[in-house]
């Protein structure tokens, strides 16, 4: 990761940079690249300047692939109110998640400039809507894998976990880039800083409440 994650803030992506190999072919190439080139695939989407029409397709595709994803379990596990489960999981995995992915990118965008960031609204988008789509074959894989191993909790949770994290590692590379951090490791500690204090908080409240 400490290869990846390191970002040169005297190289900015700029509009004349060559496309990277494998990122000539458009998002699919790239998405596949950045598995194991996350920072090159994502100098690529950033130099392809997406318009706003196709930043909410990666959104809502990254979105689609995890709803296939839960529903491709509960078919497996043989669920008996699969129709129900549809409807359910199209609105949790698609609709309020990519209203979250919006909101997300938004407060991604006001902590980084609070923190010296360059990057605009539209370039946090840029980055949460790629992040998310870059981890989306990896998320699909540990979603699906989870929902079939349900009943060993540990191992699901492991499983589900590893997806997550990919996921965030994305997420952390491409807003270092987009806001021409020296590295990653400063976005991740931000965020796990901002975790910490949500889900403690969580904890405090829900914990006072029963």
Same mark, same amino acid.
């Given at each position: 990761?400490?290869?990846?994650?390191?970002?040169?803030?005297?190289?900015?992506?700029?509009?004349?940079?060559?496309?990277?190999?494998?990122? =000539?072919?458009?998002?699919?190439?790239?998405?596949?690249?950045?598995?194991? &080139?996350?920072?090159?695939?994502?100098?690529?989407?950033?130099?392809?300047?997406?318009? =706003?029409?196709?930043?909410?397709?990666?959104?809502?595709?990254? @979105?689609?692939?995890?709803? %296939?994803?839960?529903?491709?379990?509960?078919?497996?596990?043989?669920?008996? &109110?699969?129709? $129900?489960?549809?409807?359910?999981?199209?609105?949790?995995?698609?609709?309020?998640? %990519?209203?979250?992915?919006?909101?997300?990118? $938004?407060?991604?965008?006001?902590?980084?400039?609070?923190? #010296?960031? =360059?990057?605009?609204?539209? &370039?946090?988008?840029? +980055?949460?809507?790629?992040? +998310?789509?870059?981890?989306?074959? /990896?998320?699909?894989?540990?979603? /699906?894998?989870?929902?079939?191993?349900?009943?060993?909790?540990?191992?699901?949770?492991?499983? =589900?976990?590893?997806?997550? $994290?990919?996921? #965030?590692?994305?997420? @952390?590379?491409?807003?270092?880039?987009?806001?021409?951090?020296?590295?990653?490791? #400063?976005?991740?500690?931000?965020?796990? +800083?901002?975790?910490?204090?949500?889900? #403690?908080?969580?904890?405090?409240?829900?914990?006072?409440?029963?």
């Amino acid at each position: 990761m400490s290869a990846e994650t390191s970002i040169n803030a005297k190289q900015p992506v700029e509009p004349g940079d060559p496309p990277s190999r494998l990122g =000539e072919g458009g998002v699919f190439w790239r998405v596949l690249r950045a598995h194991w &080139d996350m920072r090159g695939a994502t100098k690529a989407m950033f130099a392809a300047h997406p318009g =706003e029409t196709k930043l909410f397709a990666m959104l809502m595709l990254a @979105c689609g692939i995890y709803f %296939a994803a839960r529903i491709s379990g509960h078919m497996l596990t043989g669920a008996s &109110d699969l129709s $129900a489960r549809v409807g359910a999981e199209f609105v949790s995995g698609v609709l309020i998640r %990519a209203l979250a992915f919006y909101a997300l990118a $938004a407060l991604t965008c006001l902590v980084a400039n609070a923190f #010296g960031g =360059e990057a605009t609204w539209r &370039d946090s988008r840029t +980055a949460l809507f790629w992040a +998310a789509l870059a981890s989306a074959p /990896l998320v699909f894989a540990s979603t /699906l894998i989870a929902m079939l191993v349900a009943h060993q909790h540990y191992v699901s949770m492991a499983v =589900e976990l590893a997806g997550q $994290a990919f996921f #965030g590692y994305a997420f @952390c590379v491409a807003v270092a880039m987009a806001n021409k951090f020296r590295s990653a490791w #400063g976005v991740l500690g931000v965020t796990v +800083a901002a975790l910490a204090v949500i889900f #403690g908080g969580l904890s405090l409240i829900l914990g006072g409440v029963t």
